[in-house]
């Protein structure tokens, strides 16, 4: 298994540089783990009610997105954490072995596959 955590740990090196691009366009960090989205500016002075409108559904799908992305970012970040103490692949639940699909699948998943709800 220890090539294969070496190989998990590379994914997911990868994995949070692209989230880290990725929520940095919609977000603004406020601490180190938590984002928020950033809003639209709208010249109130200018804009019509379908600007505003569209700004601050713009803002709802950018703070949705931004939730998901940080969610997984902390997993990821959670996941790398454990390779270092020797717990990663393995169930918060059950405590046993994380099936290698269900890794290859989402490299930061934290419970095996029975117990993934
Ligand atoms: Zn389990």
């Known amino acids: ?3 294969d955590i070496q190989k998990y740990k590379n994914i997911l090196e990868d994995k949070l540089k692209k989230l880290e691009e ?4 919609i977000a603004e960090k406020e601490s180190d783990s ?4 950033i809003q639209t500016e709208t010249n ?9 409108a569209d700004a601050v559904e ?3 799908s950018n703070s949705s997105i931004t939730s998901t992305l940080e969610r997984e970012i902390f997993d990821v970040r959670d996941a790398l954490a454990k390779i ?6 393995v169930c918060e639940v059950c405590q046993k072995e994380i ?7 989402e490299p930061q998943a934290r ?3 029975l117990h993934m709800n």
């Open 99 to 105: 099936e290698t699909e269900r890794l290859d699948a």
């Open 44 to 52: 109130i002075d200018t804009a019509d009610r379908q600007d505003v």
């Open 34 to 37: 938590t984002w928020e989205a």
């Open 1 to 3: 298994m220890n090539q």
């Open 111 to 113: 419970t095996c596959e």
């Open 84 to 89: 270092e103490t020797g717990t990663y692949g």
């Open 22 to 25: 990725e929520i940095v366009e």
């Open 58 to 60: 713009n803002y709802e």
